[in-house]
């Protein structure tokens, strides 16, 4: 087996409400809106800066929040993109990695989640995630595309979140200025 390197391209938190905290980091640090989900597993919002893909997720049971349990807020895993999962997967699980979901001999697989020696979850993929890029700046560069999807159904919380946010920054200006005082 030869080494290959992983790129982390990929960082899923696990919170309360991903349309506020997503609401936060679009306003906050500018990020990007790449898709929303709503999968067996979670729900939630799917941010990018153009390389890394920020996935922002409320799982909906314990079991498939992965062991972190459903209500865990925090850093759930974090992702590679790397050249060969088939091959990677082997390497991480001969260094003492622990599997624990997804198709470990599929060379197009997506988020073949393993356990870090700490209990840390990682996942690995063959394609990245919307919004990410394999090589930014190199010629051989692969970019995920960012397919700009909303769901109709998170409309009302969308709405919510954009408001609740908005209402806060109008509070920071008044409560800084007596802090000053």
Partial sequence: MSQTKGRIRH????????WETAEFY????????????????????FLTDGV??????????DEAAQGTGKDYVGIHHIGFWVDDVVEQGKIVRGTGAEWIMGDPMNPDGY????LDLSGIIFDIAAHGWAGSQ??????DNVVHPNPN???AKFDERRA???AKLEARKAKVPVETAQAAE
């Fill in 134 to 139: 394999k090589e930014p700046g190199q010629p």
């Fill in 26 to 45: 679009k306003d906050a640090l500018g990020l990007q809106e790449v898709t929303e989900l709503d999968g067996p597993l979670a729900e939630g919002v």
């Fill in 11 to 18: 960082v899923a938190l696990s919170v309360e409400d991903p």
């Fill in 111 to 114: 988020e073949v989640k393993h």
């Fill in 160 to 162: 919510a979140a954009r």
């Fill in 149 to 151: 999807r909303r769901l």
């Fill in 52 to 61: 890394v893909n920020l996935a922002i997720l409320k799982f909906k049971t």
